[in-house]
């Protein structure tokens, strides 16, 4: 990482999880970068079929969430639709809808950025710190 008065540059594959929970292939961007104003993390694939984000919604924390395929393909299910997105994508989420995203080709990777509806950021409780 590279970092100077008000500035930090690092390479996504240089940017760990911060917990060993995590799932495989995940980046904790936020952490890493100091980032507080809003949620920010990638996960990258190795190989075709890897869960990149498990099925979930955001209803109880209204968040919008916006990803944004860097590499490879991944095929987007939101509610009971189906999305390809190939490198240079991006996907807009509303809150209440479920998704789940899996790698269509090894390397896929696919930035996540997040935050709730009408009200500040706050780091949820599942990406605090111990």
Request: glycine share 8%; charged share 20%.
């Amino acid at each position: 990482m590279r970092s100077g008065h008000g500035w930090k540059c690092a390479e996504l594959k240089n940017i760990p999880p911060t917990k060993s929970s995590f799932m495989r292939g995940w980046h904790s961007v936020r952490h890493f970068l100091g980032i507080t104003a809003f949620g920010i993390n990638a996960v990258s694939a190795d190989k075709a079929g890897d869960v990149l984000i498990k099925p979930h919604d955001e209803k109880k924390s209204n968040q919008q969430e916006v990803f944004f395929v860097s590499a490879g393909l991944a095929e987007f299910k939101i509610d009971d639709e189906i999305c390809q997105a190939a490198a240079g994508t991006f996907v807009a989420i509303e809150p209440q809808c479920n998704r789940a995203v899996i790698a269509l080709q090894a390397g896929t990777e696919v930035i996540v950025i997040g935050s709730p509806v009408g009200r500040l950021y706050q780091i949820p409780n599942w990406d605090k710190l111990d």
